[in-house]
């Protein structure tokens, strides 16, 4: 099977409707806040749609064909955007606006912040769909979290990883812990501060 045409069929310029729909969405309440309390919950924002040649991978790794039918209908992540926020209180506020925003469903959400991964990963996961029926995931989590899921992300696709395993395992669950605590931490310093 050639892979000369778009694994999206003539789905794309839907999907880049959503991202850019999605961004201004998250622009206008950034806006908002920093207008109301002179901080911008969000350091920063990426989105992005799979590229043909990762979704595919993806379709292969899942055991489903390499069709648009598999790309849209059944993995929900051909859009996914990450948004890093400085506060937790920030990823919560952005969480319910993104619930409330008209023109997208809620199909599922994960808060791996309350309840972490046992590796120690912390994030706040939605899948929303739009009218459309265009799947996008967001991701949101503070500037640690962000950190440590990169740090960890590079360290766990390292080759020929050898040593201690389980000792690696236990240092960055026990880095994750420490960054989560400093993230309450740095929270009630805010909270203290904003209530001078």
Known sequence: ???????????????????????????????????????????????????????????????????????????????????????????????????????????REKDYIKNAKPNGYRSYHMILQSESGIYCEIQLRTISMDTWAALEHHMKYKKNITGNTELIISELKRCADELASTDISMQAIKNMIMST
């Open 1 to 107: 099977m050639g892979n000369d045409y778009s694994i999206y069929g003539d789905k794309l310029s839907e999907l880049e409707k959503v991202v850019q729909d999605m961004e201004e969405h998250i622009a206008k309440l950034r806006k908002r806040i920093t207008e109301e309390t002179g901080m911008d919950p969000v350091e920063h924002c990426l989105a992005r749609i799979k590229t043909d040649e990762s979704m595919r991978e993806k379709c292969r790794r899942l055991g489903l064909p390499e069709t648009e039918e598999s790309a849209l209908k059944k993995i929900f992540d051909a859009i996914g955007i990450r948004i890093v926020c400085a506060f937790l209180d920030d990823v919560y506020t952005i969480r319910d606006y993104i619930a409330s925003v008209a023109g997208y469903t809620i199909i």
